[in-house]
């Protein structure tokens, strides 16, 4: 009876647009939970440390490591054993800005195709994305909250999502994909496809604002994101341009702050990011064309810095000739010098890919963490990818939609792991290769990949 009533709900959410394909192929990834596994003669990187631990055993109940000990733990019966044989036990990855439903489509399917395709695509994109070791992310654009329950439901294998929604933009601001035909835009009036799906939403006051944001918050966002100046892919928004007065960005902040969480904002220029912080925004995001003196705000301040090492194949990705190639042109050598004014100004830095409408470059998710060792030792980029980015998902408070300690391998932390094959912090590039050297992968204590038995 529970089988047919299983076989069912999969049926009715292929209809809706969760997907069939999608449903099947989590059957096949995902392993009935054990109510206990031990690893055995594991070395652990914590998350936040620079060196790995003693041999040690490491005994997950639920959902929750409940002992790590440096002498052996005895496998009690019903016990899953997996023996480590000295590999690196480590917490599962987190992408801090991550865009689950804008990876496959083209741009033209994302912002105004079919809704059934694009959630079936980023369903399996997602069980793609867990395969990789990601077992967390931070989705700050996009119509995800579908996806996200179906993944957290089980329906689908996927990483856990902390959802923004759609983004929030202002008229010919970035995020805002509409066409010069439908303008003018009516107060009040038709939403745009954009709009209809989901995907963006067009705010041009303070009422506008805490409007859309208290939408998002509504449907489960745990966190806000507003476009606080231009952007590259967007057709109509110029870099220089900031978008958000700042009574409309403080409008957006007060809402968020109301329900417990922050607001984060796409921003590259000095103005933008300064206008942001001076409303009381606490994530930037990029900050790609920022000058000395805005990283010295930023750090002074305490808010935080989500960059991306963005790979020259997302910038030859545009066009040669078009507006947005120009556009990724003039933002790509500030990468560099951003990164390096974090680092000077001991700036509380997140990681992220931001990987755009190419499949392809999202299998390459652990080799643009891996390229962060142009800054950062590998212990360093590792620690951002698991324990720092989780101190950013927890400013979500009681939004968070998953209550427990991410990005640690600690007693008491939620069971998110993965056994590699190797040492990571002496060749991070292992990351980089995900079906060789991951060779389990569990989620709140589920075993998604086990390479090993046991």
């Known amino acids: 009876m529970i089988s047919m009533f299983r076989r069912l709900a999969i049926a009715v959410l292929a209809l809706v647009g969760i997907g069939l394909s999608s449903a099947v192929h989590a059957q096949d990834n995902q392993a009935p939970a054990a109510s206990a596994t031990l690893f055995q003669n594991v070395r652990i990187f914590d998350g936040k440390g620079a060196s790995l631990s003693a041999p040690s055993d490491v005994l997950v109940k639920g ?158 966002a745990s966190q806000i994101k507003l476009t606080a100046g231009g952007g590259v892919s967007s057709p109509f928004s110029p870099l220089d341009v900031s978008t958000f007065t700042e009574a409309e960005l403080r409008a957006a902040v007060e809402a968020a702050d109301n329900w417990g969480t922050y607001v984060t904002v796409h921003a590259f220029t000095p103005t933008a990011i300064q206008r942001a912080i001076a409303a009381g925004v606490k994530c930037i995001e990029h900050g790609f064309l920022m000058d000395e003196p805005t990283a010295k705000l930023i750090a002074e301040k305490g808010v935080w810095l989500s960059l991306q090492p963005l790979p020259e194949e997302l910038r030859q990705g545009f066009p040669a000739g078009s507006v947005q190639r120009a556009k990724a042109d003039e933002v790509w050598p500030g990468i560099a010098r951003t990164y390096e004014l974090a680092k000077k100004y001991k700036i509380k830095t997140a990681w992220g890919t931001d990987v755009l409408f190419s499949q392809a470059l999202a299998q390459k998710q652990g080799a643009i963490l891996a390229s962060l060792v142009r800054w950062y030792s590998s212990a360093e980029a590792l620690a951002m990818a698991t324990g720092t980015n989780a101190e950013l998902l927890a400013m979500s408070g009681k939004r968070s939609p998953y209550p427990g300690k991410l990005g640690v391998a600690e007693q008491g932390a939620l069971a998110d792991l993965l056994l590699v094959d190797g040492n990571p912090l002496e060749n991070i590039n292992l990351i980089a290769d995900p079906a060789k050297n991951f060779k389990v992968i569990m989620k709140d204590g589920r075993v998604y990949k086990n390479m090993l038995g046991g």
Do not use: C
């Open 63 to 220: 959902n929750i490591i409940e002992r790590i000990s440096t002498a052996p733990i005895a496998a009690e019966p019903g016990v899953s054993v997996i023996a480590g044989n000295g590999r690196t036990l480590m917490p599962g990855l987190i992408d801090a800005h991550w865009h689950a439903m804008l990876i496959r489509p083209n741009p033209v399917q994302a912002i105004a195709g079919d809704a059934g395709y694009n959630n079936i695509a980023a369903g399996v994109e997602a069980t793609d994305t867990l395969m990789r070791g990601f077992t967390t992310v931070r989705d700050v654009g996009g119509p995800v909250f579908g996806l996200k329950s179906a993944v957290d439901s089980g329906i689908i294998a996927g990483p856990r999502i902390y959802p923004s929604g759609a983004f929030i933009t202002v008229t010919s601001g970035h995020g805002d994909f509409r066409q010069l035909s439908e303008l003018p835009r009516t107060i009040g009036g038709m939403l745009s496809r954009m709009e209809q799906l989901g995907g963006s939403m067009v705010a041009d006051s303070p009422d506008e604002v805490r409007v859309r944001v208290r939408e998002q918050l509504m449907q489960g």
